[in-house]
């Protein structure tokens, strides 16, 4: 699986160019994060990653196939910011029907499943009708997983849920990286995309304005402060070394007061790049 290519992508509705050239990557196993400012192209991009829009110029690649080959599509999770469900419906009803439209095998286990994970299966005979603002975004991620895509674009997957429900999607995301699914996030929410983002891309007047790593496949930088103010900042390749360190550091007779992973400071790209 070679997952998402796009180069040089642009599109404008009349005179104005919304996107202006766009070139991005997301890899198999990699969660990638889109931000920017209100107006700045990425519902525009997203619909195009989807097949929803045709772009005026460029490339759209998926697999090596166009974004909206049947097989990809197939192969494609979504979750839009706000779902429009039929309220009548009972929501393991609602979850059957889409599992039996993606043909997904055993889909009645599948359904119980993701009931399950996201924490919805005692409101499964609930018509849709009676679910809050957050619990019809669960059944949203339920819908877009169903099929175990390879390919996942989430649309403010975190809006409208409260603190346990964050917990749940985020995750959902890590499991999804874990199966190896290339993931595009389109979030406001800066501190969730740092939690779960393994890259960010800021979207600014239609271009990539800037595009940080937030995280490396076994590099992950830590700072550690002790009592007397001083921090040590170091790299390790994973929680159980960070464990160690710190371990390490209190044994030398330091007291440590804060351990903080350290990635990239979003709000001051957001700010510096608008």
Same mark, same amino acid.
């Given at each position: ?189 800066? +501190? ?24 490396? +496949? ?57």
């Amino acid at each position: 699986m070679s997952g998402v290519r796009v180069r040089n992508l642009r599109k404008a509705y009349g005179a104005q160019q919304v996107l202006r050239g766009i070139d991005l990557d997301i890899e198999p196993g990699e969660v990638v994060g889109l931000i920017g400012p209100n107006g700045a192209g990425k519902t525009t991009l997203m619909s195009c990653l989807l097949g929803f829009l045709f772009p005026d110029e460029g490339e759209i690649t998926i697999d090596g196939r166009p974004a909206d080959d049947l097989a990809i599509r197939a192969r494609t999770g979504f979750v839009p910011e706000r779902m429009n469900f039929g309220r009548g419906v009972r929501g393991r009803e609602f979850l059957r029907y889409m599992a039996n439209l993606a043909r997904v095998p055993d889909a009645s286990a599948r359904v119980e499943e993701l009931l399950g994970r996201l924490e919805l299966a005692s409101a499964g005979e609930k018509s849709l009708s009676q679910y809050s603002r957050g619990m019809l975004q669960r059944m949203g991620m339920c819908q877009a997983l169903v099929g175990n895509p390879d390919f996942l674009f989430l649309d403010e997957p975190t809006s409208g849920l409260d603190p346990n429900g964050v917990m749940l999607v985020r995750g959902v995301i890590a499991e999804q990286r874990e199966r190896g699914a290339a993931v595009l996030l389109n979030s406001h929410q800066l +501190a969730e995309v740092e939690r779960v983002c393994d890259r960010v891309l800021f979207l600014s007047k239609g271009v990539i304005a800037q595009a940080e790593t937030l995280r490396h +496949a076994n590099a992950i930088p830590i700072a550690v402060t002790l009592l007397d103010g001083q921090v040590i900042r170091t790299t390790v390749g994973s929680d159980a070394e960070i464990a160690a360190e710190v371990r390490r550091i209190v044994e030398s007779g330091a007291d440590v007061v804060d351990v903080r992973k350290q990635t990239a400071d979003l709000e001051q790209i957001f700010r510096s790049a608008s």
